[in-house]
C-alpha cells in the first residue's frame, strides 16, 4: 500500500514540485476495536505514525497499537519509509520537519543522511542549559502579534553517543516568551517560556528558519482533516493490520481529493481549493433542484448560483 500511495503521489506531480517538505508525526485514533491497547490518553485506540509531503498530502503510513508511544522504533519507521521512496525512484527530499518526539541520536543521524536540511523540536528538559549562554536576542512579533525574542547558538547534542573526536555541531534554534504569571526559569533566572528546535541548517535567517519549523501545524492539520472527511476516526475492521489499508485508502482519496479540488476552483466560483468535504458536497454534489413543466415541456429547476446548463 504504501509503493501504490507513492506512485499515486508520483503519476500527480507531488514529488516532482520544486521544494520537497516532509511532515512527520503521531496520531491518536480512538477506537475500542478488537485488540487494540490503552494510549497514554487512557482510552483504547491505534497511534499511528504518519508523513505529510508538502503540508496537504499524506505520504507514508505506519499503524501503531496504542500502547506505542511516538519515540519508540521510530528510526525504524522513518527508514522503512526513506526505503520506500528509494525503491520508487525518490531520492530528493529538501526538507523534514518533526516534533521533540524525533529528538534522537538514531533519528537524527539517519535523517541527516536523507535530506539536505531538518528542523526537529527539541524538549527544554535536555537543552535549557544553554539558555543563558545565548547572548543576543531578537525581539520579534509571533503569529498572535505578541512580543517574542528570538536567539541561537550552535551546541554539541547527544555528547555519549558520538565516538570520540566525531562531535558534531547542530544549530539551536530558541524562542521565549514572557509568561503571565510571572514565574521565573530555575536555569535563566527569567520569566520566560522557552521553545526550542535543532537545525542543521546554518544559512537560512533566524526569523525565516523559526517561521519555517512552525509552518508544520498546517500540516498537522490534515489529521483533522484525516478523520473528520475521510473516515479516520472510524476504523471499519477489528484488526490493526486491515485497518492499516483502510488509512491508507482512505488517504489516497485525500490526495485526489487536492487534485479534484485544485482544477475544479479554476472551473466553478464556487469552489475553492481550502473547502471540506462537507462544503464541498453542499457545493457540487447536494444540489436543491425540482422538475417542473412548461410549455409542454419538463425542465430542470436547479437552484443557487451554480454554473449549471440543464
Known sequence: MADLNIKLLKHLGVLDQEQVVLDYDNTIIFT????????????????PGVCFVNEQNILYIENRNGNSDAKSFQADTIKRMFQHLESNGITRVDKFR??????????????????QSFYIGVKNAYVESYFSQIQNWT??????????????????????QYAKGEDKKYRLLVKKKLRKDGQVNLFT????DYYAIITNDFTTPLQ??????????????????????????YPPFSDLFKNTVFLY??????????????????????VNVL??????????????????????????????NIPVRT
Open 189 to 192: 533566572n527569567e520569566p520566560y
Open 249 to 270: 485508502f482512505s488517504a489516497m482519496c485525500r490526495n485526489l481529493y487536492n487534485i479534484v479540488l485544485s482544477r475544479l476552483s479554476k472551473i466553478y466560483k464556487n
Open 98 to 115: 518533526a516534533d521533540s518526539a524525533s529528538y534522537q541520536y538514531e533519528v537524527i543521524k539517519l535523517i541527516e543522511q536523507k535530506v
Open 139 to 160: 525581539l520579534t512579533k509571533d503569529q498572535k502579534d505578541e512580543d517574542i525574542f528570538i536567539g541561537e547558538i550552535e551546541y554539541v547534542p547527544f555528547a555519549k
Open 208 to 233: 525565516d528558519a523559526i517561521n519555517f519549523y512552525y509552518q508544520r501545524g498546517r500540516s498537522e492539520k490534515q489529521f483533522d482533516i484525516a478523520k473528520n472527511d475521510f473516515g479516520w476516526n
Open 32 to 47: 475500542e476495536k478488537e485488540g487494540c491497547k490503552m494510549t497514554y490518553k487512557r482510552n483504547y485506540g491505534y497511534q
Open 275 to 304: 473547502h471540506r468535504m462537507k462544503r464541498f458536497i453542499f457545493s457540487i454534489i447536494t444540489i436543491p433542484a425540482v422538475w417542473k413543466k412548461a410549455a409542454r415541456q419538463w425542465y430542470l429547476r436547479v437552484y443557487g
